[in-house]
């Protein structure tokens, strides 16, 4: 159903427990009144967790992590790399249905690194869409939790983080307190953000509910689901979450619960979480059997409201659990999580416990005696409620008000006062001629009956890598905006720590759509006359090997795992010498411009770029769109592989706009097949067109 409310899409990656699933759905049920909202759910449903039926619900192919956090997989039988594939198009297709003004993504780039091979592409293309003027613009949103998660390559990982907010975000909700928890306590790198961002207050499921309605920490709560007798005694609530982590903890309440019964009667009721391992469930039934005080389920939609009636709480000290315990002002002893080296919990805890909001357990006082103990002392111990700003949807809320409609009043915390760049428009030059040229032509080649037969492959090739520019920045952008893969020709000898690091984060994100290959060693010229070669006649056999093999050697230390064995020389020059050497040093391609001669003979396949977008006599200019277009169109109906030669470290906005437009048209017809250098046909049709000399 249509309204007048700006529209916001939410997406939401759960990948171990239910947590960040809790409190994106406080959030949405937050922002009803304010938004229409679509959500994405990328992780594993749970029967009996609701939506708002106002909220359109997407459910992703499910994925999820192991309790190390190392690996992710899926749980529907198909390949990891088919779920991905089917995830990342049901992004971009439901960007593009929506058009929204908004755009939450929980946590990302600050965790769930492995998600995004989906999220980088949709960032990339609502950043190009803006600076071509396509569509509605949207304002993007990263909603993040209080505590970070330490990790062994902190600086990288924050460095990343700050790089991709920066570059794509345009607010950042921090969902927590800055009075008892502020940003930099974990999170080391706050000064290099750009992207303005805001404290809202802690998202309390009480305070969402009753904002929505739906009175879920109330007396009535809003589920059908039966609720549990409470028999009137002291009552305590044991809980762990999704439960695929913490079972230790139920176990352990259960013997206590088995020691106190005689002498300090009370109920027990144990929410184990809906993830748990059957064969844990099972062993807990078996312990509870027979124990009239102990009441065991998988899950409920009543949490709150047995947790408001209880006198204590047993659990872990996931953010929404912690919240649970401070809404209700119950009594709480918690365990926190620590698998994985994650010390988000711990932290949590022990700030918890230093204002006297908890009691901290260790994995020591879960021996049945000792529990009991401390259950029997937390009873007993004076208790007062905490108060700490709880009121994060209805601040969330105001912040993404303001965001759509700038003029707004701020009452929020402002933690960083910059403003992002922002993107403006640039014509398209040639986007007449891609309309009435290009588009028929391709409309018509679609349509011929042996299509199938007349499949083009094209390939993008990018030289000189070596510095992380903003123009390689926005290069990759348009590649994973339009979803054509691109192939980087890295300088091992030049190329800069920060430069690997990028390539290297996007071929890790994007491996489908990222290659990185050798081009030369330094880019030098060792010709005293004539035209530039690195590895031209003037250098023998020896001294191109040892160059070569140095390159390759320092490439495959620097970004281990992630370069090709593709080899590009500079100016696209070499020798015969050279070409000994590649197949002496084991590379299986060899990409130069093609020439009237193909390169045979050897254990390496050629294949070498056809069309350059620039003219170099001179200087580098762009040739005009149209020889471009005709160029491009002599090609395919060549039937031959394409391959177009780029350079980032010329290209202007414009020369990004037209391969922007270019790319975005191509890339729609199914007879053209996108690749880099690795998904090459084994054996390409002859001959590949000739184009004019490039020189790069």
């Given at each position: 159903?249509?309204t007048?409310?700006p529209t916001?899409?939410?997406?939401?990656q759960?990948?171990l427990?239910?947590?960040h699933?809790?409190?994106?759905?406080?959030l949405v049920?937050?922002?009803?009144?304010?938004?229409q909202?679509?959500f994405l759910n990328?992780?594993?449903?749970?029967?009996?967790f609701?939506?708002?039926a106002?909220?359109?619900?997407?459910?992703l192919p499910p994925?999820?992590?192991?309790a190390?956090?190392?690996?992710?997989?899926?749980?529907?039988?198909k390949?990891v790399?088919a779920i991905?594939?089917?995830?990342?198009?049901l992004?971009?297709?439901?960007?593009?249905?929506?058009q929204?003004?908004?755009?939450?993504?929980?946590?990302f780039p600050f965790?769930?690194k492995?998600?995004a091979?989906e999220?980088?592409?949709l960032l990339?293309q609502?950043?190009?869409n803006a600076?071509l003027g396509?569509?509605k613009?949207?304002k993007v949103?990263c909603?993040?939790?209080d505590i970070?998660?330490?990790?062994?390559?902190?600086?990288?990982?924050e460095?990343?983080a700050?790089?991709?907010?920066n570059?794509y975000?345009?607010?950042?909700?921090?969902?927590a307190d800055p009075?008892f928890?502020r940003?930099?306590?974990s999170?080391?790198?706050v000064?290099?953000?750009v992207t303005?961002g805001v404290?809202t207050?802690?998202?309390a499921?009480?305070?969402?509910?009753?904002?929505?309605g739906?009175?879920?920490a109330?007396?009535?709560?809003?589920?059908?689901?039966?609720?549990?007798?409470?028999t009137?005694?002291?009552?305590?609530v044991?809980?762990?979450g999704?439960?695929?982590v913490?079972?230790?903890l139920?176990?352990g309440a259960?013997?206590a619960?088995?020691?106190?019964k005689e002498?300090?009667?009370?109920?027990l009721?144990?929410?184990?979480?809906?993830?748990?391992?059957?064969d844990?469930?099972?062993a807990l039934?078996?312990?509870?059997a027979?124990?009239e005080?102990?009441?065991?389920?998988?899950?409920t939609?009543r949490f709150?409201?047995y947790l408001?009636q209880?006198n204590?709480s047993l659990s872990m000290a996931?953010?929404?659990?912690?919240?649970n315990?401070l809404?209700?002002g119950v009594?709480?002893?918690m365990?926190?999580?620590t698998g994985?080296?994650?010390?988000e919990?711990r932290v949590?805890?022990?700030?918890?416990a230093?204002i006297?909001a908890v009691?901290?357990l260790t994995?020591?006082d879960?021996?049945?005696?000792?529990?009991?103990?401390?259950?029997?002392e937390q009873?007993?111990?004076?208790?007062h409620?905490i108060?700490?700003?709880?009121?994060?949807?209805a601040?969330?809320?105001?912040?993404?008000?303001?965001?759509?409609a700038p003029t707004?009043?701020?009452a929020?915390?402002?933690?960083?006062?910059?403003?992002p760049t922002?993107l403006r428009?640039?014509?398209?030059?040639g986007?007449?001629?891609?309309?009435?040229?290009?588009r028929?032509?391709?409309e018509h080649?679609?349509a011929?009956?042996d299509t199938v037969?007349m499949?083009?492959h094209?390939?993008?090739r990018?030289?000189d890598i070596?510095?992380d520019?903003e123009t390689l920045?926005?290069?990759l952008?348009?590649a994973l905006?339009r979803?054509?893969?691109?192939?980087?020709?890295v300088?091992?000898?030049t190329l800069?720590d920060a430069?690997a690091?990028?390539?290297?984060d996007?071929?890790r994100?994007t491996?489908?759509?990222?290659?990185l290959?050798?081009h030369?060693w330094?880019?030098s010229n060792?010709?005293r006359?004539g035209?530039?070669?690195?590895?031209?006649?003037s250098r023998g056999?020896?001294q191109q090997y040892?160059?070569i093999?140095?390159?390759k050697?320092?490439?495959?230390?620097?970004?281990?795992d992630l370069?090709?064995p593709?080899?590009t020389?500079?100016?696209?020059?070499c020798?015969?010498d050279?070409y000994?050497?590649?197949?002496e040093l084991g590379f299986a391609?060899f990409?130069?411009l093609?020439?009237?001669?193909?390169v045979?003979?050897?254990?390496?396949q050629?294949?070498?770029?056809?069309?350059?977008?620039?003219?170099w006599?001179?200087g580098?200019?762009?040739?005009?769109?149209?020889l471009?277009?005709a160029d491009?169109?002599?090609?395919i109906?060549?039937r031959?592989p394409?391959?177009?030669?780029?350079h980032h470290?010329?290209?202007?906005r414009?020369a990004?706009?037209?391969?922007?437009?270019?790319?975005?048209?191509?890339?729609?017809?199914?007879?053209?097949?996108?690749h880099?250098?690795?998904?090459?046909?084994?054996r390409?049709?002859?001959?590949?067109v000739?184009?004019e000399?490039?020189?790069?």
């Amino acid at each position: 159903m249509k309204t007048d409310k700006p529209t916001l899409l939410f997406y939401c990656q759960h990948v171990l427990g239910m947590g960040h699933l809790m409190r994106s759905r406080a959030l949405v049920e937050g922002f009803l009144g304010d938004f229409q909202i679509t959500f994405l759910n990328g992780g594993e449903l749970i029967p009996g967790f609701e939506f708002p039926a106002a909220v359109e619900v997407i459910n992703l192919p499910p994925l999820k992590a192991d309790a190390a956090f190392t690996t992710i997989e899926g749980t529907s039988g198909k390949s990891v790399s088919a779920i991905k594939a089917e995830r990342a198009q049901l992004l971009l297709d439901t960007y593009a249905r929506l058009q929204p003004d908004l755009l939450v993504i929980e946590l990302f780039p600050f965790g769930r690194k492995k998600f995004a091979f989906e999220l980088m592409p949709l960032l990339a293309q609502i950043r190009r869409n803006a600076a071509l003027g396509l569509g509605k613009p949207t304002k993007v949103v990263c909603s993040l939790r209080d505590i970070m998660v330490s990790r062994r390559d902190q600086w990288k990982h924050e460095a990343r983080a700050c790089r991709i907010l920066n570059r794509y975000f345009d607010l950042l909700l921090i969902h927590a307190d800055p009075t008892f928890q502020r940003l930099e306590e974990s999170f080391g790198q706050v000064d290099a953000l750009v992207t303005p961002g805001v404290y809202t207050g802690y998202v309390a499921q009480e305070a969402a509910a009753d904002m929505a309605g739906t009175g879920a920490a109330s007396d009535e709560p809003r589920s059908a689901e039966p609720q549990i007798p409470l028999t009137g005694q002291p009552l305590i609530v044991a809980s762990i979450g999704g439960g695929r982590v913490g079972s230790e903890l139920l176990r352990g309440a259960v013997a206590a619960s088995i020691q106190l019964k005689e002498h300090l009667p009370h109920q027990l009721l144990i929410f184990t979480g809906p993830y748990i391992p059957n064969d844990e469930f099972f062993a807990l039934e078996e312990m509870v059997a027979g124990q009239e005080q102990i009441t065991l389920r998988r899950y409920t939609s009543r949490f709150l409201h047995y947790l408001a009636q209880a006198n204590l709480s047993l659990s872990m000290a996931g953010y929404n659990t912690s919240m649970n315990v401070l809404t209700t002002g119950v009594r709480a002893l918690m365990l926190p999580f620590t698998g994985g080296d994650n010390d988000e919990q711990r932290v949590r805890t022990d700030k918890l416990a230093a204002i006297g909001a908890v009691g901290a357990l260790t994995p020591a006082d879960l021996a049945p005696a000792t529990l009991a103990q401390r259950i029997v002392e937390q009873l007993a111990a004076p208790h007062h409620p905490i108060k700490l700003d709880l009121d994060g949807v209805a601040k969330s809320a105001a912040a993404l008000r303001q965001l759509v409609a700038p003029t707004a009043s701020s009452a929020h915390t402002v933690i960083t006062p910059h403003a992002p760049t922002l993107l403006r428009s640039v014509a398209v030059p040639g986007a007449a001629l891609l309309e009435s040229e290009l588009r028929p032509f391709l409309e018509h080649w679609q349509a011929q009956p042996d299509t199938v037969g007349m499949a083009t492959h094209l390939f993008l090739r990018d030289d000189d890598i070596d510095e992380d520019e903003e123009t390689l920045r926005e290069l990759l952008d348009v590649a994973l905006a339009r979803g054509v893969p691109i192939n980087l020709e890295v300088i091992p000898g030049t190329l800069t720590d920060a430069c690997a690091r990028l390539i290297a984060d996007h071929k890790r994100f994007t491996p489908d759509l990222v290659q990185l290959d050798q081009h030369g060693w330094l880019h030098s010229n060792h010709e005293r006359e004539g035209r530039k070669c690195e590895f031209g006649p003037s250098r023998g056999y020896h001294q191109q090997y040892e160059d070569i093999a140095r390159g390759k050697e320092l490439l495959a230390s620097t970004l281990p795992d992630l370069i090709s064995p593709v080899f590009t020389p500079p100016w696209n020059r070499c020798t015969e010498d050279t070409y000994r050497v590649l197949d002496e040093l084991g590379f299986a391609v060899f990409s130069g411009l093609r020439g009237k001669t193909p390169v045979t003979g050897y254990r390496f396949q050629e294949i070498s770029v056809t069309l350059d977008l620039y003219h170099w006599k001179g200087g580098a200019v762009m040739k005009e769109p149209a020889l471009i277009i005709a160029d491009l169109i002599a090609q395919i109906q060549a039937r031959a592989p394409i391959g177009l030669l780029l350079h980032h470290k010329v290209m202007e906005r414009t020369a990004f706009a037209f391969l922007d437009r270019l790319l975005a048209m191509v890339r729609a017809y199914p007879f053209v097949h996108c690749h880099t250098f690795d998904t090459m046909p084994v054996r390409l049709p002859q001959p590949m067109v000739e184009s004019e000399r490039i020189v790069s």
